[in-house]
């Protein structure tokens, strides 16, 4: 949400004006940014047709119902690495989506390792333990795994490189039914995606 | 005074809003109003003459749908009539003298002359027949998970996919030999619609993100489902031709398990509201979120309408898993017996359910006015039953 408020705030300030800001696709309400109009000194156009580079340009970014996916068929013939971020599973509370506070520095180093000069994307995997129904965590597992995108996305992580699926309590870490097996079943795994050809990555840009 | 009476009024908008029924005055005329769910005394019956697995085959039937086999002397219903190569069978009204059915039956098998034939009477009692009626539902056997269908009682099980991955939540359309479900194939969960007779299949949801428990409408022409395509996990409907999506909630919680009202107006979810788990409907064409209040229980899931409108059946997520039901209205929820994830049979009072057992599921059919219950797992060894879903 911050972070797509930030991206819009950079047109309006483009416009000098407030009476040319249209409406947010799917947004609430905008309450603007504090600018100085009387301090403005480039004279205001009411017909932005002229100016294509100045142009007011918006798009469907749903500020108030999440980060759109991207198509995960873009990703098709990415190699899967499950070893490489293994070390940074985020584990969860009972019934929760939240990412604790103590989970955090597991975030950043998935965050740091999809910063490197060579292009990755990352599917975050969703898991919850065997104590809910089956559809009910089906949907706890999706809402983990979008949570921690959301994170991903705060720190800096293209969300349109972080693919999300949720297992519910289909695929547990531990099988046993104790509270320790459950601990660990309550989680989301980061599964390292790299292009298998420069082919692929172009695809991916395209798609931008 | 006034406002004295602004008082009251309130207090029983809160109270009617809250579902609960305490400024409702409760009308009960002894004699008239039928006990509530699992309540009921079975009605009694009495079979003659039957044997092996048509006698089975029989009290089976008539067990699942509210009916108790004892003696002559105390049973309301006669059942006379033998089956050598075939079944005969008469079921007479003990008090009203009144022959309910009196037929032979031949051809198929005898395990299905003898549905056909409780189907026979339970018609003549203004009931939905459900002995010929099938069941889709999930078999997992530990790495992976395939969508089975079967008879209603386990028997003539079939297998549905092949894909040695995993599978979730199968939904028959109305009237149709046909399903949707969920399927891990693509990579992430995606939507299938699957034709059994002609076994050809086709994606009907392939959105980023998740794409699970599809829910088609009473009419066939819309798909309710849960998706994650917006980044937040939301229930969603669209036309079954793949058009028309319309995001029905937009909350940073998860919301699950949709079903339909049987007029189709309304789609039933699992959300969480104010931190509180609750049962909720909307319109299927968008609009307000109303709570369903299931008063006495906690943590419900999992929500299926009954045929007839009156009902909705869910799972109460404590430390088990029981099967309630609440009126469709909301109100007091009745726990009946320990399970998860029910469908409604066409009768509206039968549902079939998955119960856990020695750390797998199986299923298991429970008579929600008498609270009469059988298991119908077929399966040995360690495979899950679960999420299954009865044809209407």
């Given at each position: ?25 799917n947004g ?17 156009t ?7 580079a ?27 690495n ?30 740091q ?7 990755v994307?990352?599917r975050?995997?969703g ?10 965590n ?8 979008n ?51 420069p ?10 | ?25 409760q ?80 051809g198929?098998?005898i ?42 009682d ?8 092949r ?101 189709g ?44 409108g ?83």
């Amino acid at each position: 949400m911050t972070l797509a408020l930030a991206a819009v705030l950079p047109l309006c300030g483009c416009l000098k004006s407030p009476y040319h800001v249209t409406q947010i696709p799917n947004g609430g309400a905008f309450t603007g940014s504090t600018n100085d109009f009387a301090s403005t000194t480039t004279p205001i156009t009411t017909d932005d047709s002229g100016d294509s580079a100045n142009k007011l340009k918006s798009s469907d970014a749903d500020l108030t119902g999440g980060i759109a996916q991207v198509d995960p068929s873009n990703f098709d013939n990415w190699i899967a690495n499950k070893e490489a971020l293994a070390a940074y599973t985020v584990h969860f509370d009972y019934d929760s989506s939240t990412v604790k506070a103590s989970e955090e520095s597991k975030l950043t180093s998935v965050a740091q390792a999809m910063k490197g000069a060579t292009p990755v994307a990352v599917r975050v995997e969703g898991n919850c333990d065997e104590r809910g129904t089956e559809e009910y965590n089906r949907s706890l597992g999706d809402r983990r795994a979008n949570a921690l995108r959301e994170k991903l996305a705060t720190m800096g992580v293209d969300p349109k490189k972080i693919l999300t699926v949720s297992y519910g309590e289909d695929k547990p870490a531990d099988s046993g039914h104790s509270e320790a097996a459950y601990a660990k079943n309550r989680r989301g795994d980061f599964i390292l995606l790299t292009p298998p050809s420069p082919g692929q990555l172009s695809k991916l840009e395209n798609n931008k | 005074m006034i406002r004295c009476k602004t008082f009251w009024i309130t207090l029983f908008a809160a109270s009617a809003l809250m579902g609960t029924s305490a400024a409702e005055p409760q009308v009960t005329i002894e004699g008239t109003v039928k006990k509530g769910p699992g309540q009921e005394k079975p009605i009694l019956v009495s079979l003659s003459g039957f044997t092996g697995e048509a006698l089975q085959v029989l009290e089976f039937d008539l067990y699942v749908q509210g009916f108790l086999a004892t003696n002559a002397d105390a049973a309301q219903y006669l059942f006379t009539g033998k089956n050598n190569d075939n079944l005969e069978g008469r079921v007479t009204d003990k008090y009203s003298k009144e022959v309910k059915v009196s037929k032979a039956y031949s051809g198929a098998s005898i395990r299905r002359q003898t549905h056909a034939f409780v189907d026979d009477f339970v018609q003549k009692l203004e009931r939905k027949p459900i002995c010929q009626t099938r069941v889709a539902f999930k078999m997992d056997t530990g790495p992976s998970s395939e969508i089975y269908i079967s008879d209603f009682d386990g028997h003539n099980e079939k297998e549905v996919t092949r894909d040695k991955n995993i599978v979730a939540s199968p939904d028959w359309v109305t009237g149709r030999f046909a399903l949707y479900y969920t399927s891990y194939v693509p990579g992430n969960p995606s939507i299938f619609f699957h034709d059994l007779g002609s076994g050809s299949r086709k994606a009907f949801a392939r959105y980023g993100g998740s794409n699970i428990s599809p829910a088609v409408s009473p009419n066939g022409s819309h798909v309710a489902m849960i998706l994650s395509k917006d980044g937040w996990t939301d229930l969603y409907v669209e036309k079954s031709d793949g058009s028309d999506l319309r995001r029905l909630t937009k909350t940073r919680e998860d919301e699950s398990s949709p079903c339909w009202s049987p007029d189709g107006q309304y789609i039933c979810f699992a959300a969480k509201i104010n931190e509180r788990r609750s049962l909720c409907k909307v319109p299927a064409a968008g609009g307000q979120v109303q709570r369903i209040a299931t008063t006495g229980v906690v943590n419900p899931t999992e929500p299926d309408w009954s045929p007839d409108g009156k009902w909705i059946v869910f799972t109460s997520q404590t430390r088990g898993f029981d099967i309630c039901v609440v009126p469709a209205a909301g109100g007091e929820a009745v726990p009946l017996v320990s399970g998860e994830d029910p469908s409604w049979a066409p009768n509206s009072r039968t549902v079939i359910f998955a119960k856990r057992q020695n750390g797998r599921r199986v299923l298991s059919l429970l008579d929600v006015p008498t609270k009469q219950n059988k298991d119908v797992s077929r399966f040995s060894g360690s495979s899950s039953q679960s999420q299954p879903s009865w044809a209407k």
